[in-house]
């Protein structure tokens, strides 16, 4: 499958909640009448990961992230050759698209055996063909009866939107098929994005009085970046208040800071009696400074620089600490961006310790495509930190990102990380 970026107005949520395929339906009656199969929304054409990504949109409530939508069309810089390989193999999670950005990325859904298969569940598969070759395909089930079923998306062989001229066997060994079923309510729901972003949609609000409002359930204090979604143009003026601030300066496009793991109220008051709202996201960003830049030959990375993206991990700003912790998630990272004066070779050092036995994860250092791993040591204390140097990195000049992560954790937490240092090697 070919990844193209559909930049389409998503429809604001109805009221009530429709299941996936009758939203399916309705966006072909109405946003999408008349389309044929193909990848130009300029033409009135869309293909099959296309109209999945605007279902899944108004599932959910929300517009999608770039990654999001990337994961979905399964766009992860793989060759033909790679994707062949993957599809044939079928263990990457990555390759089972829309089912891994629904389950593991964005944690709206679960994951369903062939045998449990019912109508409205999201599909991705990948079949071998007579010529030995693998292809994909993306939809939403349809009608499921004796281990097969029909499928209803954008069809190349329906040259549109329309239910499928060939029924799908849910198992095979030609074969990989991903079904994942959504989670009722989404619409009335935080959802919170494996990258740690928080989304408030329209339809968990109460509306009154051109003032929408929701309450906040925040797990993971920290800082965040806030913005507005709308469906079309933004209102002249709207004020987003947070925290009991003063409605007098709004919190849209702004960092805020939450210092508890409790509920706040959110509000949201617009001078247009109603605008096309579609979400209140709040994204992870640092706590420190986001204009970095290598001084004197050294590039100093301090964690309450670093924007934390994950589900536990987070700076602590206790003085005793001051140090990304809470690492008890795998998959949680922090990346650093920052600007280099000249292109050049720069050893790498990192603060790190690790509580007593905690010692043994797996963990990496990596910025333009280049990885350095180790084996986090134990130090005796999570905030007793050793000096270690990692190896080397080339770095361009100008902005880079490095990122800080883990590929498997040994105990109860992976390490907590004071800093990192890129040092420019001499000449």
Known sequence: MKWVLFA???LA?????ATPLETAKA?????????????????????????????????????L??????????????SAEEVQAQAADGKDPKVSGLAHALVDLMQVATRVEPSEARVGDFVQYWKQNEGGSWFGHSSLLSSVSDGKARLYGSHKST??????????????????????RLQEGLQHNVQRSQDGTLWLPKEMSTYESAKYAWTLPMKRWGMYQVKAHFAAIPPKESTLTLLGKSTAESHIGRRVYFAKPVDYPVSLTCKDAE???????????????????ESDGKAVLHS???TVFGQVLRYEPNPKKLCLGFWANEDDRAEWVFEIETAGTFDVEIDQGCGKGHGGSSAYVSSSGQELTFTVQDTGHFQNFR????????LSAGMNTLTVGAHKKSKGAVMDVCEIRLVREAP
């Open 387 to 394: 000096t270690r140097t990692l190896g080397k990195l080339t």
């Open 8 to 10: 389409i107005a998503v």
């Open 65 to 78: 992230t770039a990654v999001e939508r990337q994961t979905i069309a399964i766009h992860h810089g793989w």
């Open 275 to 293: 605008p096309e709202l579609r979400a209140i996201s709040l994204i992870p960003a640092p706590e420190g400074s986001s204009d970095l830049a």
């Open 304 to 306: 309450r620089d670093a």
């Open 27 to 63: 966006l072909a009656a109405d946003t999408f009448k008349g389309w044929t199969y193909g990848h130009a929304a300029r033409k009135k054409t869309i293909d099959c990961v296309q109209f999945m990504e605007v279902v899944i949109a108004k599932e959910v409530g929300r517009p």
């Open 13 to 17: 949520p109805a009221a009530l909640q």
């Open 159 to 180: 040259n549109g939107i329309a239910d499928s001229n060939f029924e799908l066997k849910l198992t095979g060994d030609d074969r990989h098929v991903f079904l994942v």
